[in-house]
């Protein structure tokens, strides 16, 4: 095995929801059993306005919201001692963001849903959209409601 694979991290996807807690909670103890990089992504819509500055005056709201959101999920986290973490808030799509941010990965961790509304749903569209879109494996955690 080379050593640059070494490196390749495992990626995990946040967004706030118990699904996602989860999804961390499976991928931490996953990075120390494979003694590889955690890279946690919390990705949050970018809103974008084509007619106006509207768009742009509620952003720095929502990006203060995605970032207590991010910094709460990491408060409840599991003790990551000992580990190589990478910690990434960005602005745009989540699935999209997700999907790129496996490039490289050597393991893509998901919820099976997120804080979408379709509740009866099994698989969430992002989980749905990194599993047909990923450039590496993707895990997708069941979280038992």
């Known amino acids: 095995m080379s050593t640059t694979s070494l490196k390749e991290p495992i990626v995990v996807g946040i967004d706030g929801s118990d699904h996602a807690a989860t999804a961390l909670n499976w991928a931490v103890d996953e990075a120390r059993l494979r003694r ?7 990705a949050f819509p970018a ?18 919201e995605a970032r207590a ?12 001692d000992g580990l190589d973490v990478e910690r990434d808030l960005v602005a745009g799509n989540p699935a999209e963001q997700l999907v790129a ?6 393991l893509l961790v998901v919820g099976s849903r997120g804080l979408g509304t379709f509740r ?11 599993v047909t879109q990923s450039h590496c494996p993707v895990v997708v955690v069941r979280h038992d409601d």
Do not use: W
Not at 101 to 106: D, P, R
């Open 120 to 130: 009866g749903m099994l698989l969430g569209s992002v989980s749905m959209h990194c």
């Open 47 to 64: 809103m974008v306005s084509i007619v106006g500055t509207q768009a742009h005056e509620h952003y720095p709201k929502v990006e203060t």
């Open 69 to 80: 959101s991010f910094e709460k999920a990491l408060a409840d986290a599991p003790p990551m």
């Open 101 to 106: 941010a496996s490039e490289g990965a050597n």
């Open 36 to 42: 590889r990089p955690l890279r946690i992504v919390h």
